[in-house]
């Protein structure tokens, strides 16, 4: 059966960020909505306005991206999977395509996001491996960082966390959950810090990790990073840690 | 201790073939090659002539790879890996350095080679993981191909599994062994196709891969190889497997 009435499609993602310079267009850029874009353009022959649920940085991969959009479909819905992923290049994959409720919307319809950041702790990460993880060579205490990451829980003014360049507007987000563990991924023990929250400034995440790797390394006291959120001063926090680590794993709405 | 006298130096080396023109230097190529002679030539401040037991392809991967050469090592034996690594770029790994005897050769001392060719076989490989397994749709019927891969096994001229391109010479082959087993790498589970020999010819393992593959769509019965074996041409092979699958996993000496 060929449908042809207007619906609101809901489309699940996964992409390799090494390849691209995020996911915002930009011009002149490789990046993963213009990618989309042409896809959908060659798929619809005319352009589609499409909301994402998250700006993805360069680097960042995804796991769980998600996009919609509205459409006249023209082709079996259970095809269009396998059309997509015919027509968009190896390092972006559509994994799941849903018929969404006429008012969903990816982007203005999230309600939390989860992001997972993969750090390979000690010396010779597989060569084979090494964009899938950031290597810290120096041993992490774990309780530390726990303790760290505790302050970060809750409903806070996150300037301290947010990189230079971010859009004007209020700072304050909701962390839901922070939980660090070793996780086994590609065959290897790496430590996985999962963060769950309503919203994620510019960079947030990765300032984050970068903080609590400063209580890991014993550079910083857990206490300090109640400090630093306190100071509004993005100066006062850890450096950015790298994109290849971050990981956009689920999205709810 | 600081040791001063000539040295004959074996190095293992890992790499990631994904953005190398192969091992072998090419005028204006990134070459695995080219990398480890700049890199040689940083620490001992003048060219170093060195020996490797395989001539990569492009795109092939490394496990295993071996070369050697003689030095007056000015730092300790110790502390050459990590300041190697710290000069080469990290898709290029020195896993272990060993001091060799005087008469080795990790080219003309190299006594078997062991690669390993890894397939994904099903619908869906993990976006972050498509430049290391070669993806097959189609199912494969693994009894067949191991059929067919007996014929291989010995003594044979392996013109039909040489590329075009390839060094004048005999085309004479031994190989060992061929285990064709499911294997857990990287997280999930692949096919490999395990071949080790004496020695192999230009595109040999990626063609037998290519052929087996024939056979286990069931394109080509597990008799049919042996039929190819026998006529000496190139061009009544399977098509070549990509270089993505492929990796050298270790030479005996």
Same mark, same amino acid.
């Given at each position: ?6 619906v609101?499609?809901?489309l699940?993602l ?9 996911f %915002?267009a930009q011009?002149?850029?490789?990046t993963?909505r213009s990618?989309?874009?042409k896809?959908?353009l060659?798929?619809f @022959?005319k352009? =589609?306005?499409?909301f994402a /649920?998250?700006?993805t940085?360069?680097g =960042? ?9 509205n459409s006249?479909?023209?082709i079996?819905?259970a095809? &269009?999977?396998?059309v997509?992923?015919?027509?968009l290049?190896e390092?972006?994959? =559509?994994?799941?395509t849903?018929?969404a ?13 989860k992001?997972?950041y993969?750090?390979?702790n000690?010396?010779?990460i597989?060569?084979l491996l090494? !964009?899938? %993880? ?7 205490k774990l309780?530390?960082?726990?303790r760290a990451a @505790?302050?970060?829980?809750g409903k806070?003014d +996150?300037t301290s966390f947010?990189a230079?360049? %971010?859009?004007?507007g ?8 922070i939980v660090?563990? !070793? =996780?086994k991924?590609?065959g290897i023990?790496l &430590?996985?810090i999962?963060?769950?929250g309503?919203? +994620?400034?510019?960079?947030m995440?990765?300032?984050i990790?970068?903080?609590?790797l ?5 550079? +910083? ?8 959120l306190?100071? @509004?001063?993005?100066?006062? /926090?850890?450096?950015? %840690?790298?994109?290849r680590g ?7 709405h």
């Amino acid at each position: 059966m060929i449908r042809c009435h207007v619906v609101n499609l809901k489309l699940t993602l996964q992409y390799d960020g090494t390849d691209f310079s995020g996911f %915002a267009a930009q011009p002149g850029k490789r990046t993963i909505r213009s990618e989309l874009e042409k896809a959908l353009l060659k798929l619809f @022959k005319k352009p =589609v306005k499409f909301f994402a /649920a998250s700006r993805t940085d360069a680097g =960042v991969h995804a796991l769980g991206q998600v996009i919609s959009f509205n459409s006249k479909l023209k082709i079996q819905k259970a095809k &269009l999977r396998y059309v997509l992923n015919n027509l968009l290049p190896e390092d972006i994959r =559509v994994v799941k395509t849903e018929e969404a409720g006429g008012k969903f919307n990816a982007r203005f319809s999230a309600k939390s996001k989860k992001y997972e950041y993969l750090i390979f702790n000690g010396g010779d990460i597989p060569v084979l491996l090494r !964009k899938l %993880a950031w290597q810290v060579k120096l041993p992490l205490k774990l309780s530390a960082m726990r303790r760290a990451a @505790k302050y970060l829980i809750g409903k806070h003014d +996150f300037t301290s966390f947010c990189a230079a360049g %971010a859009r004007e507007g209020s700072k304050v987000r909701t962390i839901y959950r922070i939980v660090l563990r !070793k =996780v086994k991924r590609y065959g290897i023990t790496l &430590l996985a810090i999962e963060i769950e929250g309503n919203g +994620f400034l510019y960079r947030m995440v990765r300032n984050i990790v970068g903080t609590l790797l400063e209580v890991g390394t014993g550079r +910083f006291e857990p206490d300090r990073v109640k400090e630093v959120l306190k100071v @509004k001063d993005r100066r006062k /926090a850890g450096r950015c %840690a790298p994109s290849r680590g971050l990981y956009l794993m689920k999205v709810d709405h």
